[in-house]
């Protein structure tokens, strides 16, 4: 199984950009994951906006991570994504812009996570030049003496991108979180698993499936637990059962 989501998403449509710059955003980025470990800022209020030239950033901050592919994977370190986010960040990232600890990264949740950990380190750094330096490095130093040459030149290159960025980058951000599953998704498990009435765990059990069971997706939505939101899929069993399961233990039980 793919390691983000169940089906390989299918990601959405990129800006083409000049392949002197995608080599140079290539040649750095997938050799730079975001980390986390130094600096943390504080988490904003969801009602303030965000800063101007949102999107320009966001769009050369991919660019500069992984060419803007939705499906880069640094093979040492395990970042993964457009913006090459850290396997030990994404738990708390999406949890903290999602809701969801456990959200696949589809192409959908890249964004949302991406842009809401953009504008919590703008409001704490106030310039970009200096959030493309804590995703390169984790760390929060305004002195760029301090920095090494290397860094100087990620963040060169970031801004770089950012004054060559198309209007609006890649878009508005998205607001609804997805699991990657479309309706008519056939998905083969390797483990058994209950079917629920409904989205909830208080909610019966219809079925419980067998080893190596043919499943077809009727739809995927997120169902707030606690005050938090949580996937939950509709499938339709072989023998014509319809009911839910939590995303979480759907994708802990489906063959690669």
């Known amino acids: 199984m793919d ?19 995608v080599f140079a955003a290539l040649a750095v980025g997938l050799l730079t994951p975001a980390m986390s470990f130094v ?19 966001l ?18 370190s395990g970042a993964y994504g457009k913006y090459q986010i850290m396997p030990f960040n994404w738990p708390n990232w999406s949890r903290d812009y999602i ?24 409001r704490w750094l106030r310039r970009y030049d200096r959030v ?17 040459s290397y860094a100087r030149n990620y963040v060169a290159n970031v801004m770089s991108l950012m004054g060559r960025a198309p209007a609006g980058g890649d878009g508005p951000t998205p607001t609804r979180p997805n699991t ?10 390797d483990r058994s698993f209950r079917l629920r ?8 059990t219809l079925v419980r499936l067998p080893r190596r069971s043919e499943l077809t997706v ?19 069993a072989p023998d014509g059962t319809r009911g839910w399961v939590r995303y979480r233990i759907l994708a802990a039980r489906i063959r690669g």
């Open 3 to 21: 390691r983000n989501s169940v089906r390989p998403e299918r990601a959405p449509p990129r800006r083409r950009m000049l392949a002197s710059l």
């Open 39 to 57: 600096g943390t800022p504080p988490r904003a209020s969801a009602a303030e906006h965000a800063p101007a030239r949102l999107a320009e950033f």
């Open 59 to 76: 769009w050369a901050l991919a660019g500069q991570e992984s060419g803007w592919r939705y499906d880069a994977e640094n093979p040492s």
């Open 99 to 122: 809701g969801d600890p456990h959200a696949p990264q589809t192409a959908v949740n890249q964004e949302i996570v991406a842009a809401g950990k953009v504008i919590d380190l703008h």
């Open 132 to 148: 493309a330096y804590w995703w390169l490095s984790g760390l929060r130093d305004p002195d760029k003496s301090n920095w090494s």
């Open 180 to 189: 990657g599953l479309e309706r008519g998704d056939v998905l083969r498990t």
């Open 197 to 204: 009435a409904g989205p909830s765990w208080p909610s019966a």
């Open 218 to 236: 009727l739809r995927s939505k997120w169902v707030p637990i606690n005050g938090q939101p949580r996937a939950w899929v509709r499938l339709e």
